[in-house]
């Protein structure tokens, strides 16, 4: 048998793991809906959130990954053999396809605005009406989204075909940095910006009137989503992982860094949208409307433009990757495929799936699923459903199969583990458990 790829070091595989993570949630998603929901009301209670759900889901990956040696597919038969729990592998890896798909296409569309801030600085973007028709007119375009989104996907297999460490860690080592080093100078412009303190006042000051139901739940979500949960990616790069790893320490890093790179990012954006004197938003709105209208009047706004379109196609490429690894592993681990082959195949066979969503703005705008276009159907279907899903027989198969003293074992190889007897482990999963499943039937009820 062959032996199994490893990270090169610890850095290197925590880098890794937290360009996963990092990625749209964190630019786009994050910094809105704390804003929107009672600003650090709702950050106390999201950091709650990934105590309860984020943290316990990722241990459970990691342990799996590393336990097993392999994909997510084969690391649930190995554990669980003749039972039908594979399946949540098999949901994983089907996840991870779905997910690039169309993730790609948003990463594409960013990859586009880098180029566009080079090349015209955002000039003519004067007001974000003007700006998203700008928008509108290039997302709809039968040519341009494709072939944004062709780019980035070459650029996610050209990584992922050339293995673990050479490929994903070395990328990783590289981008992450770079990444931190954006933000913080987006943060230094967005902070010298006049007017800049109503931006943090809308982020950080606590609002606890807002703080609903429908706020929990979404922070909940959230907190899944962020961490790259639930479809076995953080399971995959666990299994890269050798014995001398400590789990438990790494995962809190990893948490920390993901919420770092939120909250950072939330006040770059934010400074600069209330100082020029803008509506914050979110989505696309925010990145593809509002920004380029800031862009076009800051000074310095063509090399901010450019940094924070860099900065947004990075976050997705890190993210990209590590969603082709979960779908290439598998063919390599349960079929025997070269990394090359899988890698190229898959990838391409993932770019002709997204097709269809990068038209769905355009040309195939009619198509319409349970009221949504294309696009939103694979987005809706894979985050709200195929996630809080798969996190939660992830933890039921933990208490019920593979056992919570199997995983506190595990977490103790390479680390001192957590300090806890078997009987509070099952409890505090049992309560994860249903925090997650309150997050999957809200998400199938539509509130949150
Ligand atoms: N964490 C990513 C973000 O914040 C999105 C994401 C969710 C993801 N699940 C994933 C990325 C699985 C890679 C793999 O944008």
């Not at 084969?74 to 039972?83: D, I, M």
């Not at 790893?245 to 790494?250: G, Y």
């Not at 996190?391 to 056992?403: A, C, E, H, P, S």
């Amino acid at each position: 048998m062959k032996v199994r790829e490893h990270w090169g070091s610890r850095l290197g595989f925590v880098l890794a793991a937290v360009g996963s993570a990092v990625g749209l949630g964190n630019i786009w998603k994050f910094p809105f809906i704390t804003g929107m929901y009672g600003g650090a009301a709702f950050v106390l209670f999201y950091l709650i959130s990934i105590l309860l759900i984020g943290l316990p889901v990722m241990l459970i990956e990691f342990s799996i990954g590393r336990k097993t040696q392999l994909n997510p597919v084969g690391a649930f038969q190995k554990l669980a053999p003749s039972s039908p729990y594979f399946l949540i592998g098999a949901m994983g890896v089907l996840c991870g396809f779905i997910i690039l798909s169309y993730y790609s296409v948003v990463a594409g569309w960013t990859l586009t605005y880098m180029y566009k801030a080079v090349a015209f600085g955002f000039k003519d973007f004067s007001s974000p009406e003007i700006a998203g028709e700008a928008f509108t007119a290039y997302s709809s375009s039968p040519i341009w989204p494709v072939l944004s989104h062709a780019v980035f996907m070459f650029l996610c297999i050209f990584v992922v075909s050339k293995g673990v460490k050479v490929g994903i860690e070395r990328w990783n080592r590289i981008l992450m940095p770079t990444l931190f080093v954006i933000i913080l100078l987006l943060i230094v412009r967005g902070l010298t910006l006049e007017g800049a303190d109503a931006g943090l006042k809308f982020l950080f000051v606590p609002d606890f009137s807002k703080l609903t139901a429908n706020a929990m739940l979404v922070a909940m979500g959230h907190a899944f989503f962020t961490l790259s949960l639930g479809m076995g990616a953080m399971l995959t790069y666990g299994s890269y992982l050798s014995e001398k790893e400590d789990l438990v320490k790494s995962s809190l890093w990893i948490i920390v860094a993901d919420t770092g790179v939120a909250l950072l990012a939330g006040i770059a954006i934010f400074t600069a949208v209330f100082a020029m004197g803008f509506e914050p938003a979110g989505g696309p709105g925010l990145v593809f409307h509002v920004l380029p209208a800031i862009f076009s009047m800051m000074p310095g706004g063509n090399i901010m433009g450019f940094l924070f379109f860099a900065l947004l196609s990075i976050a997705a490429l890190t993210s990209g990757m590590s969603l082709l690894e979960v779908v290439t592993a598998y063919f390599i681990d349960q079929k025997g495929w070269s990394r090359r082959k899988a890698s190229i195949a898959f990838g391409f066979l993932i770019f002709l799936v997204g097709v269809p969503s990068a038209l769905s703005f355009g040309a195939l705008k009619e198509i319409i699923i349970f009221k949504m276009n294309l696009f939103d159907f694979f987005d809706y279907l894979s985050f709200k459903y195929m996630l809080p899903l798969g996190g939660f027989f992830m933890v039921l198969f933990t208490i019920f199969r593979w056992k919570p003293k199997s995983l506190l074992e595990e977490l103790k190889r390479g680390g001192p583990g957590l300090k806890i007897s078997v009987g509070l482990a099952t409890v505090l999963l049992l309560i994860s458990a249903v925090f997650v499943g309150v997050t999957f039937v809200a998400g199938v009820l539509g509130v949150g």
